[in-house]
Structures are given as C-alpha cells and as structure tokens.
C-alpha cells in the first residue's frame, strides 16, 4: 500500500552543494510530475513526465533536472542548490483516465543555506 | 492566463458552522476544476472535481459547482467539523498532457470546539 514514496523527507544543504530527491511509484502510472510548495504561492509545476523517457518543463524548471528511465522512478536533480530553491517538493503521479486526479506523496523539505 | 485565485487565510470557525472558501478562474474554455486537500504533515489529495460547466462536485459533506458565469468553483460544507482542519487548494487542470494542474495559494481552515 505505498503508493507514491519521496526520499528523504529533510534535508539541509549548503549553497552550491548537489542532491537528488527521490520519487517512486507502485501503482504503474505513466504521469509524473513534481510540484514545490512556498509560503503564499501554492504549488508551482517543476517538471513533468507523461511516460519513461519523456520530459518537459512546468512553470518554475531552472535550477532543476529530472530523467524518467523506468515507469516507477522520476528523481529530482539539483545540480547546484541555492536558497531560492529552499522548499517543500511533492511529487505525485496519475494515469491518463484520471482526469486532475493526482496522488501525492508526503513531500520532502529542503533547506538551502 | 491560467490562474486560480482563491480566498486568504487562515479561516476559523466553530464546530458546526457553515464554510465558504472562495475560488476564481482564469481560463480560455472550460477546463476541469478541483479542491485538494492537505492535511498536517502530508501531501495533497484530491478531495471532489467538476469537469464541465454547471456540474457539481461533493465529497465528504463538501461541495463545489462549476459556473462558467462568474468563473468559480467556490467550496462549501454546511456543518465543519474539527476533524476538517487542514489547508485547501483549488485547482485548474492545464491544457496538454500529462494531468498539470495549476493551484491556488491554499486557505488553511481551523475549526475549534
């Protein structure tokens, strides 16, 4: 009964250091996508994946990459973290009948110092 | 554009009481309209939809109707309960694929004895 899984939920990192957020799916979906949440802003769109190895931008990409090379997995890179990008990420998945519905994880908080 | 705008908080009520949170659309067409909610601590879930214009979501005592007129999807319970306190989001489902949605800012709800 997992669902959809986000590793790790905590992170501090410092300016210009690199991580990758993990996201797993057991529910064989072909859309995946992640989201981060600020203060007063809602979520906004990072990336998003209609299937393995397929990719395109959402609303906020830069600073951000993301691969899709298998239908479970769809990590979320930062190549050189900066405080901007201090938030809570979610990702979520959905399959195409399931119009708007999204299933989220619980999300991961990242700290940029 | 395509923007969700909805109502600020946070909203306190007492038990029982009626609640309104109020949500606009911007959109070209009628694109499918949500509320998700996110309960402390976790990631959002989708709590009732409305895909065309003049349908009504309900889910969980809530409800929500698509009017094209004035462009809103406005929630509404008759009776809160403790147990409701949590943060809503309305959303619009964006066009292309892969099940984007664009989100309000969120209106956290606290509901107390």
């Known amino acids: 009964n997992a669902g959809v899984t986000q590793t790790p939920k905590f992170q501090v990192l410092k300016t210009g250091q690199s991580m990758t957020l993990q996201c797993a799916q057991d529910m064989n979906h072909e859309y995946m996508s992640w989201y981060r949440q600020d203060p007063g802003m809602g979520l906004r769109l990072i990336h998003y994946?209609?299937?393995?190895?397929?990719?395109d931008q959402g609303e906020v990409p830069n600073g951000y990459n993301v691969s899709r090379s298998t239908t479970e997995d769809f990590p979320l890179r930062l190549l050189s973290a900066a405080p901007s990008q201090t938030s809570v990420y979610f990702c979520?998945?959905?399959?195409?009948?399931?119009?708007?519905?999204?299933?989220f994880g619980e999300g991961s908080r990242l700290t940029v110092l | 554009g395509n923007s969700v705008t909805q109502m600020e908080g946070p909203v306190t009520l007492s038990e029982e009481a009626f609640l309104t949170i109020n949500c606009t659309y911007t959109?070209?067409?009628?694109?499918?309209l949500f509320w998700y909610v996110q309960y402390p601590g976790e990631g959002l879930q989708l709590l009732l939809k409305a895909t065309k214009a003049d349908d009504k979501g309900s889910n969980k005592g809530f409800e929500a109707t698509y009017r094209k007129e004035t462009t809103s999807f406005h929630l509404e319970k008759g009776s809160v309960q403790v147990s409701d306190s949590a943060v809503y989001f309305c959303a619009r489902r964006l066009t292309g694929g892969g099940n984007k949605l664009t989100f309000g800012t969120g209106t956290q709800l606290k509901v107390e004895l």
């Open positions: 959109a070209t067409g009628y694109p499918s």
């Open positions: 979520a998945s959905s399959y195409p009948g399931a119009v708007g519905e999204l299933f």
């Open positions: 994946s209609v299937g393995a190895g397929i990719t």
